[in-house]
């Protein structure tokens, strides 16, 4: 009976997230009240495991401190916040609501095979998202300033969706043999890859040039690095002028400094957050985009006064350009080591995993999840993934990454019981 029961519950499970992700990626601002009703699956099914199979409320991983320790930190500023009230609200739905959905995958997810069953399905929906962009691109459906936006409302938040998946699918590729799914992830790196140029997101094609780079060495493909810088350099002198061009400001530096550049008012930004930093060391000024922006009216002002700056409007930004800035002036310092601390050891885990795991397939996709993590961490050098959606599709993937290593832990152990038993 118990076995029948816990045999439909992981089949129900399966289907809610992949729903859950379908979503995410469909209505990432929208659907509302099917995301809450996902969300409440996810701790049902997570209270069903704990009482069928006699597990912990918890499953214990090597982040699970880490999170504690940042929530903790967040809470604080929360207390601190120059809108306390406004900061509870950022709190539950901006924060807590990721760890309940990293420990509902990592407490629920049963076997291996269901893990990569999700993962595919992940790839195809992304696949179907760049298709869907694509064809929205060139019908003026899915377009927003001349650049493709595909689900999302804006352009920075599409190119982010696939910087998350992109490299899990190049990986893949790459240590293939299997002539078909060869076809099928070519297919999806080439929806991909041209969805991203669609963008016109700069940050996005430089993380994911790194990101390529560096699973090329991994894989032992080295030959295809110069391959790549060709194909690259290609691009940039006989592509067309609108997306040459674009390119062409990634190395001009020097108009950071300029209000009208492409670039923005990137380097006021930077400035601000530092002074408002030296103010508030310790507790930040509070979580929640309105919070900053409030802020950084008032201080970005004073800068343009005290420096005569020629910019006339000061743009309304809700985050520092720079996802570490961005943490230490909401979180402060303290803040700021526990997000770094928790994220080192999400890369510390997920490249033991890779070291210590035998199977070959999963070996791939935590590479992949990797180089997804590698490409998300160059985004937030000049941009904030610490906001929805982004930051939902992050702790999904790392929930997939947990549940994983924790599948690998368990198989492991049980292989070395056998062994004592056998010797018995």
Partial sequence: MLQNISKYLNKYIEYVFIFYFFLLSFFPYSAEILKIFCLICFIFCWILKV????????TKTSINIPIFAFLLCALVAVLC??????????????????????????NTLGSMEQIHRIVNAMLIIFGLVCVYGIYGYYMKIAIRNDRLIATFDYHSPCAKY???????VIYLLLSCKEYRTRIYLITLVFVGSFSVVLTQNRTSWVAIFITVLF????????????????????????GSSKYSSHARTIFQVSQLSTSKSPLGQRLLCWNTSVEIIKDHPFLGIGIGPRIFRNTY???????????????????????????????????????????????????????KLYKTSHDERTR??????????????????????????????????????FALIQKQDKSTTTGESRQL???G
């Fill in 297 to 351: 009216q008032k201080y970005a002002q004073e800068i343009v006064n005290k420096k005569n700056l020629k910019i006339k409007k000061i743009e309304r930004v809700s985050h520092a350009h720079n996802v570490f800035l961005t943490i230490f002036v909401e979180m402060g310092i303290l803040g700021l080591i526990s997000f770094i601390w928790l994220y080192v050891t999400i890369f510390y885990s997920a490249i």
């Fill in 162 to 168: 696939i910087s998350y998946l992109l490299p899990i």
């Fill in 51 to 58: 009482r069928f199979e006699k597990s912990k409320i918890f």
């Fill in 421 to 423: 038993a056998g010797r």
């Fill in 215 to 238: 699973l090329l060495v991994i894989a032992k493909r080295r030959y295809l690095i110069i391959f790549v810088l060709l194909v690259c350099l290609l691009m940039y002198f006989v």
């Fill in 81 to 106: 916040s120059f809108d306390v009230q406004y900061s509870i609200h950022s709190f539950l739905f901006d924060y807590l609501i990721l760890f309940i959905i990293f420990f509902a995958i990592v």
């Fill in 364 to 401: 791939n996709v935590i590479m992949g999840i990797v180089g997804s993590l590698l490409c998300i961490f160059l985004h937030g050098a000049t941009d904030n993934f610490i906001k929805k959606p982004d930051v939902l599709f992050l702790w999904f993937i790392i929930g997939i990454l």
